[in-house]
């Protein structure tokens, strides 16, 4: 298998969309430069709702760990927004295509509540409702899936929130650029030029090809551990689930304890050193007490000098590692094509 890995023709080959090359500069995508205009004003911002689906609801799965904003703050994925929005509330629609139709449907309700509307889009729908309806828009950089481009969201969401006030640009932008610094060299041994002997994101897609994948993390991780469930499905064509510790102890805990012994799964723990104390204790002692009944989870621990650097490196790593197993499987990670089909039959 690693000869297999190793070979840049046949990666060269399998990866028609580049997909090793977007990822080798993901960096980059956290030095993307958005604005809203010197005309876009903000009243008071009471609560937050992000309307997104999939790839396009990570940049706010991120927020949820930093900045922490102050304001209650509510991810949608699905049709139908809160009761609750309002006038005060700021309400970001954002969708890599424009024409994912839950937030199309939930963009029409909160305009028809007058929330503060910001859209954050490539094209499609959205981009023309925002245009007719002259809402605040921001256009994302064009890549060949919305999964590739979840760094430039994640730019173009805190873009918004620093115009709304409710974080402080200055405070919070030169983080995000020290991080773009720092992922640049953490890439740099993941790189498909690097031999699966010195590289990490290869010899753990070698230990993952052909297993049901269970993806866990604590509260500040949990982002990236469902960046991982995402890539896994889409890059790979694995089917991943993903979990999130302390609930984890309350119920799925007991889950692996029985029969049978011989799971069928790849579970990973992506670990951080500036988890809850409590949360990281969880992780060693739930590994102990279910040795034997579960697989021995593979440990990833997240590398970097705060909260947001660990976050980056832990979705950097995992784009990596699922787009291995995807070339292992002998696949192309970047269509969808089932997804394509099932709005088309859907629109029947």
Same mark, same amino acid.
């Given at each position: 298998m690693s000869s297999m890995l190793d070979d840049l023709k046949y990666l060269h080959q399998k990866d028609q969309a580049d997909a090793l090359g977007i990822a080798a500069k993901e960096a980059g995508q956290l030095r993307e430069v958005f604005s809203l205009g010197d005309d876009v004003h903000f009243n008071n911002v009471d609560n937050i709702v992000h309307a997104g689906m999939g790839g396009s609801a990570l940049p706010a799965q991120f927020i949820k760990t930093w900045p922490v904003v102050p304001v209650p703050f509510e991810i949608v994925r699905g049709y139908d927004i809160p009761a609750y929005v309002s006038e005060d509330t700021l309400f970001i629609a954002d969708s890599y295509s424009g024409n994912t139709e839950e937030t199309v449907s939930a963009l029409e309700q909160a305009m028809a509540k007058q929330a503060q509307v910001v859209v954050i889009a490539q094209g499609g729908k959205l981009q023309q409702i925002a245009?007719?309806?002259?809402?605040?828009?921001i256009k994302l950089p064009d890549t060949s899936q919305p999964r590739y481009a979840a760094l430039a969201n994640f730019k173009a969401v805190l873009t918004v929130l620093a115009a709304a006030g409710v974080v402080k640009g200055e405070?919070?932008?030169?983080?995000?650029?020290?991080?773009?610094?720092?992922?640049?060299?953490?890439? *740099?041994?993941? +790189?498909?030029?690097?031999?699966?002997?010195? #590289?990490?994101?290869? *010899?753990?897609?070698?230990? +993952?090809?052909?297993?049901?994948?269970?993806?866990?993390?604590?509260?500040?991780?949990?982002?990236?551990?469902?960046?991982?469930?995402?890539?896994?499905n889409e890059n790979a064509k694995q089917v991943a689930w993903v979990g999130q510790l302390p609930e984890f102890n309350h119920n799925e805990f007991i889950g692996w304890s029985e029969q049978p012994i011989d799971k069928p799964y790849g579970v990973i723990d992506l670990r951080s050193d500036l988890e809850h104390p409590r949360v990281q204790k969880r992780f060693l002692?739930?590994?102990?007490?279910l040795s034997g009944m579960r697989p021995e989870?593979?440990?990833?621990?997240?590398?970097?000098? #705060?909260?947001?650097?660990? +976050?980056?490196?832990?979705?950097?790593?995992?784009?990596?590692?699922?787009?291995?197993?995807?070339?292992?499987?002998?696949?192309?990670?970047?269509?969808?094509? +089932?997804?394509?089909?099932?709005?088309?039959?859907?629109?029947?």
């Open positions: 245009t007719e309806r002259h809402l605040p828009f405070e919070v932008f030169p983080v995000v650029d020290a991080a773009a610094d720092f992922l640049d060299g953490a890439v *740099q041994t993941w +790189l498909p030029t690097v031999p699966t002997k010195d #590289n990490p994101a290869k *010899q753990l897609a070698q230990e +993952l090809i052909g297993k049901s994948i269970v993806v866990y993390g604590g509260p500040n991780m949990y982002p990236a551990a469902y960046k991982w469930k995402i890539s896994f002692v739930s590994e102990r007490l989870p593979f440990v990833v621990q997240a590398q970097g000098k #705060n909260v947001f650097e660990q +976050l980056m490196w832990a979705v950097a790593y995992g784009d990596f590692v699922t787009l291995y197993v995807a070339f292992l499987n002998g696949l192309n990670p970047a269509p969808v094509d +089932l997804v394509e089909k099932l709005k088309k039959v859907l629109d029947e």
